[in-house]
């Protein structure tokens, strides 16, 4: 029913800036939360940001650094990376969540690679 497309990851230089984009399809009136995960090689996949429609909330390791919005009208949200650190590398997930039963939906993810 819902579909979910990432895009703007890539390589970035260390203290560089991404925005990454997370374009919805599909009926969406349901799906009150969306956000995104992220999951480096070798490591658990970990929350990174999260918005409700309220006050959206972060992860310790992305405050003040990364910003998250959405726009209902495009159904697509976005997460603004700045000051990016190479522990930043990893695949990036875009969820969306809602509804009674709660669906949780995926997309396949964006590579964000930060080197030097």
């Known amino acids: 029913q819902v579909q979910l497309v990432e895009s703007g990851g890539g390589l970035v230089q260390p203290g560089g800036s991404l925005r990454l984009s997370c374009v919805a399809s599909?009926?969406?009136?349901?799906?009150?939360?969306m956000g995104w995960y992220r999951q480096a090689p070798g490591k658990e996949r970990e929350l990174v940001a999260a918005?409700?429609?309220?006050?959206?909330t972060y992860a310790d390791f992305v405050k003040g650094r990364f910003t998250i919005s959405r726009d209902n009208a495009k159904n697509t949200v976005y997460l603004q990376m700045n000051s990016l650190k190479p522990e930043d590398t990893a695949t990036y997930f875009c969820?969306?969540?809602?509804?009674?039963?709660?669906?949780?939906?995926w997309g396949k993810g964006t590579l964000v690679t930060v080197s030097s």
């Open positions: 969820y969306a969540s809602g509804g009674i039963p709660r669906i949780n939906y």
């Open positions: 599909g009926t969406m009136f349901s799906m009150n939360d």
């Open positions: 918005t409700n429609g309220g006050s959206p």
